[in-house]
């Protein structure tokens, strides 16, 4: 019975994806000469469970590009090879690259070969050393019996041969220790290789431990397969299939000359079977594509992704999500709750009494209860820690830093933080912008550190933590900090401000969210043209959030990123304004006053402040923001000024009254309708009315203007 194993590429791709990503940090945080065994094993299974996957899925290329990154891991794992900066580079390449094929194959697109073979040749000439013909493959038909006569002394073959073959397959079959751990026998699969043609069978018992020694649950053997006929190669992959991640396998079609069976050295992870084509080049240009593979490739594959798409993976692997079983009881039991609440309910409906109504309060008040509980629970599945985005980060910094020169230690804090799906799949692009501008402009070289009495070894810090209804994301370092004369002089320059305006710290710090500003004093393919943080605002701001800088000239300089937990619901505050109803979000509330008109004060040309405590914060009227009329005409001057954080200061929000809090279901209104500056989306009330969502900092930003 055949099985459409096309149901099962979701999740194999998902786990590839993951098994890259750990690769990759596992590759970073390798220190060149020490062989840290828990480090390169992480590395390898990750290797080894890609491989498997590949082969099991008949994605063949993908297999046969692992085998090889296997090997150099496994010879790595066992010490017979010393752990060097360029193998790790070259390890790094192969990661790149491996994303890159298993991306093209789930797009179902053709995989860029001339990649795939300038990685393939890297990872061979770090294995072997050279660019010379590799031993394991005599060139000649006398090599072969050279090898096959050296082998015979330690190995038992069979010396039947094939005369004048002309159809049939040579199996060299290796199974892993573990094999039989697995459920898998290799007696079962001999004898469905045996029904398809005329079978032979040599093993070898070299590797078989003293009878003391021997562990019953592992496999010793290997084997040296011949089958004969007319036999499609599917079948017989067809028949491994289910161990292609357990063994090292190699199905080979029977040469029309007698060939003898060369055995397999039984290992884990054995050195790969190289032809004399794949050293065709001279030494020269297989060390022209060496230099260019460890010098910039994948420095430049980062950053161009970077700059462009970055990574397709992290959008194809967000379709679906991983979630916790106990989220998932938790659900379940919840659901429960509710059902049992609704079934009372309806008892009590079919027949109601006057006498049962406490009953029935006491019944919709649980079923609120158990929905609200519902509704945080389906929200909790949709949660997922930081560390899908910031996993990323170390290698674009380990790639950037080698490229400019400069030593710099990446710190990631709170990964664990969880935030909604949609902000993880959104918050990339801000952060990669973010974290390269700090690379660039912010830590400086190492001879200008240690000038500065700085470590030689800059830090970048990037750090997620709650903080009421929001998630804070920082990103720290401590290079030059911000100028703010430069910055000031620069925006004079580009005439983006006036030359007789006075500015303060936080003002001339948020010039360089300006479009087209920009203090480099050269174009690189890093940073330059002036493109970025004015973007990385406005997409931030896409996500209901805020950006704010704080920098100490000659210390460092911190960006915090405000962001939602979720991008779906939000506790609100109803306001009245006129016969409107509008919703504040809770968070960015700071308190509620009720005010008279000889409370506030007017300033020329400016508007009205109100004066709260020791400083005065500006009224924004909300009548007049959308061309409402008050309730009360006659007591226009009379309402509440509701005052809320924006843009990192406080400003009042006048309206009618406070109608009372509760939870609302976000709805695009730029989806729906168009964008609308000063409200960031909209709900639907219980009424069955629709009530427009404020953006405070769209609010005061509008209200500025």
């Known amino acids: 019975m055949s099985i459409d194993m096309s149901q099962f590429h979701q999740v194999f791709f998902e786990e590839c994806f993951e098994g890259l990503e750990a690769m990759e940090s596992g590759l970073l945080n390798l220190d060149t000469g020490d062989i840290d065994s828990e480090v390169i094993n992480t590395i390898f299974r990750g290797a080894h469970s890609i491989k498997g996957g590949s082969g099991t899925f008949g994605f063949n290329e993908v297999a046969d590009f692992t085998h090889i990154m296997e090997t150099l891991l496994d010879e790595m794992r066992d010490g017979r090879r010393k ?168 199905i080979r079609p029977l040469e029309k000359k007698t060939a003898k069976s060369t055995p397999v050295e039984k290992k884990i992870g054995t050195e790969p079977s190289l032809t004399n084509t794949d050293f065709d080049e001279s030494e020269s240009v297989v060390k022209e594509v060496k230099a260019k593979l460890n010098s910039d490739t994948t420095v430049k594959s980062e950053t161009q992704q970077s700059d462009s798409d970055p990574s397709k993976t992290s959008v194809k692997a967000s379709s679906s999500i991983r979630v916790d079983t106990a989220k998932i009881d938790a659900l379940i039991n919840m659901v429960g709750e509710v059902v049992i ?134 990103i720290i370092d401590d290079g030059r900090g911000l100028d703010r ?20 710290d936080k003002q001339a710090f948020e010039l360089i969210f300006m479009p087209g500003f920009s203090t480099a004093e050269s174009i690189t393919d890093i940073s330059g043209r002036g493109v970025g943080m004015d973007v990385v605002r406005r997409n931030i701001q896409a996500l209901g959030g805020n950006i704010e800088i704080i920098s100490d000239f000659g210390k460092g300089t911190t960006i915090s990123i405000h962001l939602p937990l979720t991008l779906a619901i939000l ?43 020791n400083q005065y914060i500006p009224i924004i009227r909300m009548h007049e923001i959308f061309n409402v009329q008050p309730q009360n005409k006659s007591k226009s001057a009379e309402g509440v000024v509701v005052v809320v954080e924006g843009q990192g200061a406080l400003c009042g929000l006048f309206v009618d009254d406070l109608l009372g809090q509760q939870q609302v279901v976000i709805k695009s209104l730029e989806a729906n309708y168009r964008r609308v500056e000063g409200v960031s989306g909209a709900t639907i009330l219980g009424d069955g009315s629709v009530a427009l969502i404020l953006d405070v900092p769209g609010l005061v930003r509008f209200s500025n203007r």
């Open 83 to 250: 752990v060097t900066q360029p193998a790790i580079d070259v390890l790094l390449g192969s990661v790149d690259c491996l994303r890159s094929m298993l991306t093209s194959i789930q797009a179902e697109e053709k995989i860029d070969t001339a990649t795939v073979k300038k990685h393939k040749t890297a990872l061979e000439i770090e294995l072997n050393g050279s660019a010379k013909q590799s031993d394991s493959t005599p060139a000649t038909e006398q090599e072969r019996e050279i090898e096959m006569e050296t082998a015979s002394s330690t190995e038992t073959v069979v010396k039947e041969d094939f005369e004048l073959t002309t159809q049939g397959w040579k199996i060299a079959f290796c199974p892993y220790l573990d094999l039989l751990k697995t459920g898998n026998d290799p007696v079962r699969m001999f004898r469905e290789l045996a029904e398809l043609g005329e079978f032979k069978a040599s093993v070898n018992i070299q590797d078989i431990p003293d009878f003391y020694e021997l562990d019953p649950e592992e496999c010793n053997l290997s084997w040296d397969l011949k089958v004969l006929g007319d036999i499609p190669l599917k079948e017989i992959q067809e028949i491994f299939n289910w161990v292609e991640g357990d063994c090292e396998l190699e």
């Open 341 to 474: 609440t609704q079934s009372m309910l309806g008892l009590i409906g079919e027949n109601f009494v006057m006498d049962q109504l406490a009953q029935l309060k006491r019944g919709l008040s649980q079923l609120e209860r158990h929905t609200r509980d519902l509704q945080q629970s389906v929200m909790n599945i949709r949660m997922l820690p930081i560390s899908f985005v910031f996993s990323r980060f170390p290698r674009l910094v380990h790639d950037i830093s080698g490229k400019l020169g400069k030593k710099i230690e990446m710190k990631l804090v709170g990964e664990n933080t969880e935030v909604d799906k949609a902000v993880v799949e959104l918050i990339n692009d801000p952060l990669v912008h973010l974290i390269r501008n700090s690379l660039d402009h912010g830590i400086e070289m190492p001879t200008e550190r240690v000038a500065a009495g700085k470590p030689e070894t800059g830090t970048i810090e990037l750090k997620a933590y709650h903080r009421g209804g929001h998630i804070v994301i920082e």
């Open 485 to 504: 004369k430069k910055l000031i002089a620069k925006a004079i320059e580009k005439g983006l401000i006036d030359e007789n305006i006075v500015l303060s």
């Open 571 to 613: 506790d609100g505050q109803s306001v009245a304004v006129g016969d409107e109803t509008y919703i504040v979000p809770l968070v960015s509330i700071i308190e509620s006053i009720n005010i008279t008109e000889k409370m506030l004060n007017k300033v020329a040309g400016k508007g009205e402040t109100f004066r709260l405590r």
